[in-house]
């Protein structure tokens, strides 16, 4: 998996993490089962805080796509509970933008603001 | 006598040419004897000389039993001193248990590597790989691939023997030797092993050659570099993890370095040296390879070190297929055209071409995103120094 992170890009470095992890999940290019690099190696890698790693680490945890193993560090798990039901409405909700000649940021925003409001 | 004789007339001359054109195998009956030599060859290697050399050991110790003390000394005390003891029988079967053993997981494992590496070819078809050039016009041979695991066998054998029948040798009659005759013997058993082990490697078929480089598909990989924004920072890892059988055989020789130790406690240091050479493969059946600015570097899942390419000493990286085979099997491997390898299992690795170095390979999963990255940090380490 490649992780990227650009600290101009405005969006704190641990969220950068999370989502670099979580695509790498959602697309599947991380099974079930693997370990995730330890915080205080990929810390040293991408020459941030470990603390940084560890908080990307718990927040993946929150959203049910690891697990937090002491001695084992971070194991990626089967997926988020509901995650099957969810990417089946995205799908149909994809489908309906691309009927109606929604563009994708649209759709996003409206997503968005489903979950501010 | 006025006729001619046939021999001196200029039509009889034989012709040197067309007797050796006739002599020369073609190409293909080449490659099969070659083949049939190979398989004769690994057999002999992992079967016959170390069943030879049991035969011969277990045939000394039995015309010895009548003249070996009961019960005879099988352990030394670190003063010298006898501190275990055995029946000559049991001796004798002891010996036989861990020969044998040794041999049935040689065996086991040059035949293992054999068929893994019949059945990579046949789901790798020389046709579909990029730059197939002479050398993979010939079909690979399986059983090259047996070396590693065949290289040990009458080397482990004939330490076990030479010990066994010295030790029991030292002791006819009611002899008692020195002080410094045990630890003698056991050094020389393990020295003359080491030998064998170096006779062996000279007469085991050579590991197939590998592809060649070609300037276009080093273009392609400088081509699909990933490129960092200025200040960005980006890292690549993946685990690479041997085939299970791999992992199982280990297993099986785990269990089997404790049979000695079991059937007689004395037998602690054969037990020792097996367990160690065990353990020590066993820390390459998973390894996470891990690309940053330092470069590559390759780690056992317990985080020791096992490889790194060092980010200024990258030409360039690119993803290939490699067998097993082409390196003759798994763990830390060198090929025919001096590439070194960190071998795990078949299929996908990040080939490194290396400044002042030989290529070096590790096999790994999503090796294309990682030669991309390590091309993309060594394009901004060049660009920006």
Known sequence: MIIRIDPASGAPIFEQLVRAVRSEILAGRLASGERLPAARDLATSLDVNPHTVLHAYQVLRDEGFVELRRGRGAVVTHSAPGLDEVRALVAALAASARAHDLAADTVLALVREEFHA | ?385
Do not use: C
Request: glycine share 8%; aromatic share 6%.
């Open chain 2, 1 to 385: 006598m006025t006729e001619p004789r046939p021999e001196t007339s200029p039509e009889y001359r034989p012709e040197p040419q067309a007797s050796t054109a006739a002599s020369g195998p073609s190409a293909a009956s080449g490659s099969a004897d070659r083949r049939a030599r190979d398989r004769r060859l690994v057999l002999a290697v992992t079967v016959w000389v170390p069943l030879t050399i049991i035969a011969v050991g277990a045939g000394i110790l039995m015309t010895w039993l009548p003249r070996t003390p009961d019960p005879m000394v099988t352990h030394w005390g670190a003063d010298g001193e006898p501190n275990g003891w055995m029946s000559p029988a049991g001796n004798l079967i002891a010996y036989l248990v861990i020969s044998l053993g040794v041999l049935v997981v040689m065996a086991g494992a040059a035949w293992l590597s054999t068929r893994v590496a019949a059945k990579a070819q046949a789901e790798l078809p020389d046709s579909g790989r990029p730059d197939a050039g002479q050398t993979d016009t010939e079909q690979a041979n399986p059983w090259r691939s047996a070396r590693s695991a065949a290289l040990f066998a009458p080397a482990v054998t004939t330490a076990v023997t030479i010990v066994f029948v010295a030790l029991t040798g030292v002791q006819l009659d009611g002899s008692e030797p020195a002080d410094w005759v045990v630890p003698v013997i056991v050094a020389v058993g393990l020295g003359l092993g080491a030998l064998v082990g170096v006779v062996t490697s000279f007469v085991l078929p050579a590991p197939e050659p590998g592809e060649h480089t070609s300037a276009e598909t080093i273009a392609h990989a400088l081509r699909a570099a990933v490129r960092l924004a200025p200040g960005e920072r980006a890292v690549w890892t993946a685990v690479a993890r041997a085939p299970w059988p791999v992992t199982a055989l280990l297993v099986l020789a785990l269990l089997l370095t404790l049979v000695p130790v079991a059937l007689d406690p004395s037998l602690w240091a054969f037990s020792l040296v097996f367990l160690v050479v065990v353990a020590v493969l066993a820390t390459t059946t998973a390894a996470r390879i891990t690309v940053d600015t330092t470069g590559l570097r390759v780690r056992t899942l317990l985080g020791l070190p096992i490889g790194r390419v060092r980010l200024d000493q990258v030409v360039v990286a690119r993803a290939v297929d490699v067998r097993p085979s082409e390196f003759g099997g798994w763990g830390f491997r060198f090929d025919a055209r001096g590439r070194r390898g960190i071998i795990l299992r078949g299929g996908s690795a990040i080939e490194i071409e290396r400044i002042g170095a030989q290529p070096f390979v590790v096999t790994v999963p999503d090796a294309e995103n990682g030669a991309a990255l390590l091309n993309g940090l060594v394009a901004e380490a060049r660009g920006t120094n």
